[in-house]
């Protein structure tokens, strides 16, 4: 009998704690932002209706979106990042630069992704060495590798380098545009029906992605299955959650934080040619302040710094909010600098007090 | 018993001193490299300014003069590392603001007052900015302290906000001050040989080590560092402790910011002591503190904080451009870190034991532990 009971209290809790953590932060974060954007359509109206407003958050948060998952993953084994933005800066400049040089080969372009990956590769490994078999603390590597990367930056150039290579505009002008059903002409045809609104003269816009958010999405789903089902996915919660016992069911807890780091500097690589495929230009000022803001959606959506819980959906809704929350505050005319700066800075603060809030009632719960 | 707890007491001061030891290690490395390519770049000379006044000049001193910031920032800082185990990341923003409000008070009051009261009127813009910002920091270790959040995220917050606050106060006005006498905080003041920013962080340093000299607050912020659950089990609270500690960084925070903003008399709110957290931070890891909270050494970290001015003014003269300057920053402090790393402090201890362990073996028996009575 009073095993049963135990059983059932056991159960009873399992199943609170489960919703406490990972679940909870990241469904609170979902439905803040479904508010946020249904009263935006209810009370702003001005074209937070159409389609095109919402994918052009997308179109321009998709560098921010990959940094945010390589962030979670860092952030899921309890280290940091903040090299990311800078990298970001780096890589842009050093693809800018290379496209522009003279005599270039038809394989320019690909060159220029595989520097951009190598690039991020090469921070990566050389940051999670440091943090996972030297063991340094993570933020004053990438502390470090932020100011490296902003050095390599200005050596390569001041200016602002726009590039004009032929193929590559071509990439960045490509236009990908989103079917949402069929519907048959009048000749007879079957033709896809594209996802759009109608402009001031009545005629059908069709919206488009860019194809940055293409593999943005690609890397996040990527990421989620990795962190879903494979082994080394479920291995990054258990080193964030506890060093010690992760060590002692036998989980390689160097490799693995030497892996989130390497995983995240790919990310920061990617994320850089995604960038830059939007700005279309290298620049010394590209992508300023991205490590926080990309720290900022983790946490936003639903990850802990402390590590150990998190989810990578979390980092595109955190992505969402925060851009999301930055156009309201536009449309709304208050367009001095400051408000934007402001508002992000009280929905983080408002956040993380909910995290701690809930943190601290689920101790209180285990007790 | 007593020459135990002597020994452990010895023990415990040469571990300090070789923790100050590193980064005073590097600064003579910088003084020999200066040396052997310029010796010039130590003169020292007496001048008179523009205005006739007798001002001291020449690399080291504006060296000095150029790390005052970031020496009175590395006090509050290592504080902060020390008992809430994180960083502030905001006190830039908080420059901004700091200098934002006297700026603002001292445009506002001086028009109209005669000039013998406006050293008052700066006075009380300095006393304003200090509430300020100590309101800051008290609301940065709040979120630390009550709400248990990682003292990088709580920072960020006003990271974020910081610099858009300070440009709200002044409604995003570049306001400059034409009184000369604005400028004695960050400059000189007639008739006294020292930048006056120099003597500004000798005050802070005397008055933290009168504080902690005379308080317990070195042994609370130790212990709260250490173990924040077992120092509340021995009847400190160790939300106060943190709280204080923020406050003590915000107080620092205000006299940078009216150095900083005194030495040219304006602001501009997205410059104004850019990148300084991560200087700050710098200076704290350079001289040795955990940045996991726990022991600290405020010493260590000031003379952290000169090596990292030392180390720009070495670079700039030997022609790096500044673009560059970031870069050879970065590798320098990455050898210098990577010195000082655990496991390399590891591995050398373990070949020094395996080394005295092969000597032990060498040695008979009793002579061994005749020796060891004798230490």
């Known amino acids: 009998m009073s095993t049963n009971s135990n059983l059932l209290g056991g159960n009873k809790l399992k199943n609170r704690v489960m919703l406490s953590d990972t679940n909870l932060l990241l469904i609170i974060n979902i439905v803040v932002f479904l508010v946020m954007y249904v009263c935006a359509i209810v009370f702003l109206k001005s074209g937070f209706t159409k389609p095109q407003t919402f994918l052009n958050i997308l179109n321009e948060n998709a560098s921010l979106l990959i940094l945010s998952c390589g962030m979670t993953l860092v952030m899921l084994t309890g280290g940091i ?80 380098v726009a590039v004009t290579q032929p193929r590559f505009e071509a990439l960045c002008k490509l236009e990908i545009n989103i079917p949402c059903g069929f519907t048959r002409t009048e000749t007879g045809e079957i033709v896809p029906l594209y996802l759009g609104s109608a402009n001031k003269l009545g005629e059908w816009v069709n919206a488009h992605v860019e194809i940055g958010v293409i593999i943005a999405l690609a890397v996040l789903i990527l990421l989620f299955v990795m962190l879903r089902w494979t082994k080394l996915g479920r291995s990054f919660y258990a080193v964030g959650g506890n060093n010690q016992s992760a060590n002692m069911l036998g989980i390689n807890v160097k490799l693995t934080k030497f892996l989130s780091h390497v995983l995240c500097g790919l990310c920061a690589g990617i994320g850089g040619y995604v960038f830059f495929l939007h700005s279309r230009s290298g620049s010394t ?80 719960s285990k007790k | 018993m007593t020459s135990n707890e002597n020994r452990l007491k010895t023990k415990r001061s040469l571990m300090s001193l070789i923790q100050i030891l590193v980064p005073i290690a590097f600064l003579l490395i910088l003084v020999v490299i200066n040396l052997i390519h310029d010796p010039s770049f130590f003169k020292i000379g007496l001048e008179p300014s523009s205005a006739g006044n007798l001002q001291l000049s020449g690399n080291i001193i504006s060296i000095v003069d150029y790390a005052s910031e970031l020496a009175i920032l590395a006090i509050g800082m290592t504080l902060v590392t020390a ?124 008055v933290i080590a009168v504080v902690l000299k005379f308080t317990n607050l070195r042994l609370y912020a130790q212990a709260v560092g250490i173990n924040s659950s077992s120092s509340r089990l021995n009847g400190i609270n160790p939300q106060i402790i943190k709280l204080l500690c923020f406050i003590i960084l915000g ?28 200087d700050a931070i710098l200076a704290v890891a350079l001289g040795g503190n955990n940045l996991g909270g726990g022991k600290f050494n405020i010493a260590s970290s000031v003379v952290g904080a000169y090596v990292i001015q030392f180390l720009t003014t070495t670079l700039l003269n030997f022609n790096v451009s500044s673009d560059a300057i970031s870069f050879w920053k970065g590798v320098a402090v990455l050898a210098l870190i990577i010195s000082s790393s655990p496991y390399i402090r590891r591995t050398w201890t373990d070949i020094k034991n395996k080394r005295e362990a092969a000597r032990a073996q060498e040695q008979v028996q009793p002579q061994n532990t005749v020796k060891e009575e004798g230490v």
């Open chain 2, 251 to 278: 107080v620092c925070v205000a006299v940078c910011g009216l150095i900083k903003v005194s030495r040219t008399a304006s602001i501009t709110y997205s410059v104004i002591a850019a990148n300084i957290e991560l």
């Open chain 2, 83 to 206: 008992a809430s185990g994180g960083q502030d990341i905001s006190v830039g923003a908080t420059i901004a603001i700091a200098g934002s409000v006297v700026l603002n008070i001292v445009k506002r009051y001086s028009p109209d007052i005669s000039s013998q009261k406006f050293i008052g009127i700066i006075i009380l813009a300095f006393l304003l900015s200090i509430l300020v910002s100590a309101a800051f920091g008290a609301f940065n270790g709040s979120l630390v302290a009550f709400f248990k959040i990682q003292p990088m995220v709580a920072t960020l917050i006003l990271f974020t906000a910081g610099r858009s606050i300070a440009a709200w106060i002044n409604n995003n006005e570049n306001i400059s001050i034409a009184d000369p006498r604005f400028g004695y905080f960050g400059g000189f003041i007639p008739g006294i040989v020292i930048p006056t920013p120099v003597l500004i962080s000798v005050l802070c340093m005397i």
């Open chain 1, 285 to 364: 000022l590209h992508a300023q302040g991205a490590e926080m803001n990309a720290i900022a959606s983790a946490i936003i959506g639903g990850t802990m710094l402390s590590g150990g819980v998190g989810n990578i959906v979390g980092a595109l809704f955190g992505v969402l909010s925060l851009s999301t929350i930055k156009s309201i505050v536009a449309s709304l005319g208050l367009q001095d600098a400051w408000w934007t700066n402001i508002t992000v800075a009280g929905m983080l603060c408002i956040f993380l007090i909910l995290q701690s809030v809930i943190l601290s009632r689920r101790n209180q």
């Open chain 1, 81 to 160: 990042d903040i090299s990311v933005g800078q990298v970001t800066c780096l890589v842009c400049m050093a693809c800018a630069v290379f496209l522009n040089r003279e005599g270039g080969t038809p394989y320019d372009l690909e060159i220029s992704m595989l520097i951009a990956i190598g690039i991020g590769l090469a921070f990566g490994i050389i940051q999670g060495y440091l943090v996972a078999y030297l063991e340094f603390q993570p933020f004053i590597v990438t502390l470090i590798g932020m100011t490296l990367a902003k050095g390599l930056t200005t050596m390569i150039s001041h200016d602002r």
